[in-house]
């Protein structure tokens, strides 16, 4: 039982048979943000909430996976997503399968078929994959399969939800807050951007003129936006800072973009967030990263290691979200 369900009841008040938290979410799959409702994504983020605080206490949490497996298949290299969710399946009773990379790569027979295998054997398969479309035939193709989105090139909602625990950690209400996002306008931006509207925190992206979050990304946001949330992109790095929450910033070239590495350093040099940027948004303003960081290039050593910082809250914050989604993606 939930703290908060557990104060109730000490107070007298009737507790509903099912929480809240422990509501299935209806999606079969979690490709976006876009596929929850606003709803649900509070839920699972409160969820996560208890999850992080049943584990602290070292408490065994229940076991919505027990006899179940999952497969985990990543096209593209991976530490923190990886681990989180292999530590998040167990956690909740599932197996683990690892396949290949050239599986969901559809080089040696086609995603559709792959994930008409996959079905007839695990419960869920979780994909970093290169790109969303792929992602989405696969999930179509197994309509008995629970597909969970570890990164694409163009979204990175698992990191999001991290993300938000993090924010309302850190800044103690959602709602409301400022979150700047400086850099490239990416897969980890869209995610965030999608997150931040439906919970009611102004996301505002400075980008280098070509690099900015994409239009059909910024209308998504703005049509799922709540609580008055606000997306708005610039290339205004120091308007986009002033008074902000928190600062987040992630690698100017992502992966599948390391031919550009070079001409990405020189182009988002004046992005880099310093200790000077950080003053732009004020004392209290937290910096985020998703991680790997480029210490030197996106970021300097004194940010990252500041106590502004709260890169490793999100790292730690990947698992308790991830148990949650798993939890109320997967129930029964
Ligand atoms: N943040 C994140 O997704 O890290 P990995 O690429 O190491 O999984
Ligand atoms: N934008 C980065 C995120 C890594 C977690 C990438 O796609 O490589």
């Known amino acids: 039982m939930s703290p908060e369900a557990r104060k109730k009841r000490a107070e007298g008040f009737p507790v509903p048979a099912v929480e809240r938290t422990h509501v299935p979410v209806k999606a079969k799959d979690f490709l976006s943000i876009l596929d929850f409702s606003h709803d649900e994504l509070e839920r699972v983020l409160d969820l996560a909430a208890e999850l992080k605080e049943e584990r602290a206490a070292g408490r065994r949490g229940s076991q919505p996976l027990a006899g179940r497996h999952v497969a985990l298949l990543f096209e593209r290299p991976s530490l923190r997503t990886r681990a989180t969710f292999t530590i998040a399946i167990r956690e909740l009773g599932g197996d683990v399968i690892e396949l290949p990379a050239d599986v969901v790569s559809g080089s040696r027979e086609t995603v559709e078929d792959v994930a008409r295998n996959l079905e007839r054997w695990l419960s869920g398969a979780v994909i970093r994959a290169s790109s969303q479309e792929r992602l989405t035939r ?43 996002f400086v850099g490239d306008g990416n897969n980890v931006a869209a995610s965030l951007a999608h997150a ?57 070239a992502s992966m599948g973009q390391e031919d550009q590495a070079d001409a990405r350093a020189r182009i988002f040099a004046p992005y880099q967030v310093n200790d000077a940027l950080m003053a732009l948004a004020g004392p209290a303003a937290v910096f985020m990263h998703c991680l790997p960081a480029h210490r030197g290039l996106e970021v300097t050593d004194a940010v990252m290691d500041s106590a502004a910082s709260a890169v490793f809250d999100q790292a730690e914050n990947r698992l308790h979200t991830q148990k949650a989604l798993l939890s109320l993606l997967m129930a029964r």
């Open 138 to 180: 696969f999930a179509k193709s197994a309509p008995g399969l629970h597909v969970v989105n570890a990164l694409t090139s163009e979204q990175h909602p698992s990191q999001a939800l991290a993300d938000m625990m993090t924010l309302r950690e850190r800044v103690g209400t959602l709602a409301g807050s400022t979150l700047a």
């Open 196 to 252: 931040g509207a439906m919970l009611g925190v102004h996301v505002r992206i400075a980008s280098p003129s070509g690099y900015e979050l994409s239009p059909a990304v910024v209308a998504e946001a703005k049509s799922v936006a709540r609580h008055g949330a606000t997306i708005e992109v610039t290339h205004d790095i120091r308007r986009a800072v002033s008074g902000a929450d928190a600062i987040y910033t992630d690698v100017w």
